[in-house]
């Protein structure tokens, strides 16, 4: 795979939603050149089954550029941010992520919103980004309502609405 990171440091103005309703903001992080895909980081906001309710998460994904766009399900896992981001950028697309939750979180109207971990038992250094995360879903106008690690390990975050 020829693998090019070239990020785009300015997020686009708008959040793509689509026909269920889930709101994203996504950014390039690279090409692979010899594949015609382009490599995204995509912040999404997703509907659950409750209306009032939407899940925040964050993942790569691949977009072939062919005749039709195709694209991936986000890649959750550290495989791909080792492979798509190298480590003297990962605090610059850390920023981009937390620059586009606060916009997703401002743009949607629902009462609350969720987030989990990937990964179970991350270590404190691991849920550092967590914390920033966490700051700019209050930013954008919701309050820390709970935080909780599950007897499998899974850290999970549920935000309300201020008022």
Known sequence: MDYQFD???VLQPGVL??????RAIEFT????????TIIVMSV??????????????FGIRAKEITNV???????????AADLFIPKASRT???????????ILVQSVDCDYITMETFYSHLPAKAMVKYEAIC????????????QFRNNDGIDY???????
């Open 7 to 9: 990020l785009q440091r």
């Open 17 to 22: 939603i689509d026909s269920a309703g889930a």
């Open 29 to 36: 992080l690279g090409y692979v050149l010899d594949q015609d």
């Open 44 to 57: 999404m906001l997703i509907p659950t089954e409750r209306l009032d309710v939407f899940e925040l998460c």
């Open 69 to 79: 766009i195709t694209v991936s399900e986000p890649d959750y896992s550290k495989q």
């Open 92 to 102: 610059l697309v850390h920023n981009l992520i937390i620059e586009a939750i606060t």
């Open 135 to 146: 700051g700019a879903v209050v930013i954008g106008g919701y309050r820390l309502l709970d």
């Open 157 to 163: 975050w549920s935000f309300g609405k201020q008022v």
